[in-house]
């Protein structure tokens, strides 16, 4: 899998837009990118996940740049409930199992 | 809702203590896994199974086994507890040949 870059901390203002970039230069053609987050005390949750087109779903947005070698998670209004550890990964679909490796992700504070 | 769930939230044990961690998930999924998670070091894999009775060894399966006798139910097993054996462990499950993985709440272990 190859390897991802996200800054490791980053506040945010409630009601505001939260960015969170992710570096994945070695990303290759195959490969998708996945966004979990885990909320303290709780297990990874998973947010979203794509391949080359824009995604959005009720959670959130996933924005990957035209070269696919980063992408920005965005959370149109954050809340306090939104504070946590984002972590983006990249793999590619095997049709098989898989583990899933993640780095130490970007952990996101809500300010009121 | 999948849901995965896992026999405790804490738990306490001595040094040379066998130790057993149920994680139970209720999607009929193939693929189930194993993770811990310590401070600075994110996620990483210890063992991880694709079928009943059937188990791949993660990145750090020293120490540690496993037991998938019925398709929703797998067990780690920690056979001689050692305090570097203190950790958050995380269950996870997937449907095989989707890459979605969906974690449970987490066993945080304290090995005395």
């Known amino acids: 899998d190859a390897k991802t870059t996200q800054p490791p901390s980053m506040d945010c203002a409630e009601g505001r837009a939260a960015n969170l970039p992710c570096n994945h230069s070695?990303?290759?053609?195959?490969?998708?990118v996945y966004w979990y987050r885990q909320i303290h005390s709780q297990g990874p949750q998973y947010i979203i996940h794509?391949?080359?087109n824009n995604e959005t779903n009720e959670m959130a947005s996933l924005i990957i740049t035209e070269d696919r070698k980063s992408s920005t998670l965005i959370l149109p209004h954050a809340t306090l409930r939104d504070t946590a550890v984002y972590y983006c990964?990249?793999?590619?679909?095997?049709?098989?199992?898989?583990?899933?490796?993640f780095g130490t992700g970007t952990k996101l504070q809500v300010i009121p | 809702d999948v849901k995965v769930t896992q026999s405790s939230r804490y738990l306490v044990k001595r040094t040379g203590e066998k130790v057993f961690l149920e994680c139970v998930q209720d999607?009929?999924?193939?693929?189930m896994f194993w993770y811990r998670q310590d401070p600075g070091l994110g996620l990483r894999l210890i063992y991880f199974?694709?079928?009943?009775?059937?188990?791949e060894k993660g990145d750090i399966p020293e120490g540690y086994s496993v037991s998938r006798e019925k398709k929703e139910r797998f067990s780690l097993i920690l056979e001689s507890a050692s305090t570097n054996q203190t950790s958050m462990y995380l269950c996870?499950?997937?449907?095989?040949?989707?890459?979605?993985?969906?974690f449970g709440p987490g066993t945080r272990l304290l090995v005395l």
């Open positions: 070695t990303i290759s053609g195959n490969e998708y």
């Open positions: 199974s694709y079928d009943v009775k059937m188990k």
């Open positions: 999607m009929d999924h193939e693929n």
């Open positions: 990964i990249v793999r590619f679909h095997s049709g098989g199992y898989q583990k899933v490796t």
């Open positions: 794509g391949l080359k």
């Open positions: 996870a499950s997937q449907i095989g040949g989707r890459e979605t993985q969906y």
